[in-house]
């Protein structure tokens, strides 16, 4: 089975689907160079937005795979795995489409570093999100939590990070993280959130877009993301990380 799928439909819609929902949409080496490969065709004229999802309906995504990532022992070791994710992330970031994170089931961790990269963020009403890295006594390493702060009032982000609890659907919407909660059917769901969107011109949506990622490149944002895949390498490096993966495993 094949660990993403990329399709596009009859709108100029390209989604790109985390295909691993025996694991959660865990993210491994594959789903990274897939997500590579979805950026680089949303770039194409004829598409309109990209939209992130997940195959099942228990999780968005899991965050990076612990079983996987575990063998990554020290901050040498963790770098490159973070620093790879966080540049794929910068590039979603600053893709001049709209973006969409259709939220079908849970996102944890780095799943909820994805979304926070789309401009958009629609939840099934049973999800929910969470940062849950300081749990495991890593921070956000993918650039996710830059982001956060740059997209959210300091305290909702500081609140979100911090406390690396898990949300209900209607606290995410309720503290703006959420855009929608929808119910049934998430691709229908999404063709008809983007409905109006998806009606102008792929020039007009370029142009707007490019107004909000102007925005961020002038604010330094991708110094501050590789900062951040450094200081989470760091502190991947220590046993207290290791032993909060174990106890994960386990399980
Ligand atoms: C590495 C980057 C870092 C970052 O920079 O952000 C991170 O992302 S840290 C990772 C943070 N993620 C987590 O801590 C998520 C851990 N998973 C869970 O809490 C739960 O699995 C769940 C996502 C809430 C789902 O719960 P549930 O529906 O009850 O399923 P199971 O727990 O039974 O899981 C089924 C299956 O999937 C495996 N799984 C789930 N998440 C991961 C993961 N992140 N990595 C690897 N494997 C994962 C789980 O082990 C089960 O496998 P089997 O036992 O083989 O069935």
Partial sequence: MESYLISKDANGILFYTINRPEKRNAVNDEIMDGLEVAISMAKAEEIKALVITGAGDRAFCSGGDLSVFHLLKTKEDAYPMLSKMAKIISELLLLPKPTVALMNGVAIGGGCEIATACDFRLGRKEMKAGFVQGNLAITTGWGGGSILCEKFPAST?????????????DELLNIGFLDHIFEGDPYTNCTAFLGKLIEKEVGVLSAYVAILRRKWSDASILERIEQEAINCATLWGKEIHHQKVEEFLRK
Avoid at 157 to 169: C, E, F, I, Q, V
């Fill in 157 to 169: 982000a500081l609140k979100m990070l911090t406390d690396g609890t898990m949300l209900s659907a």
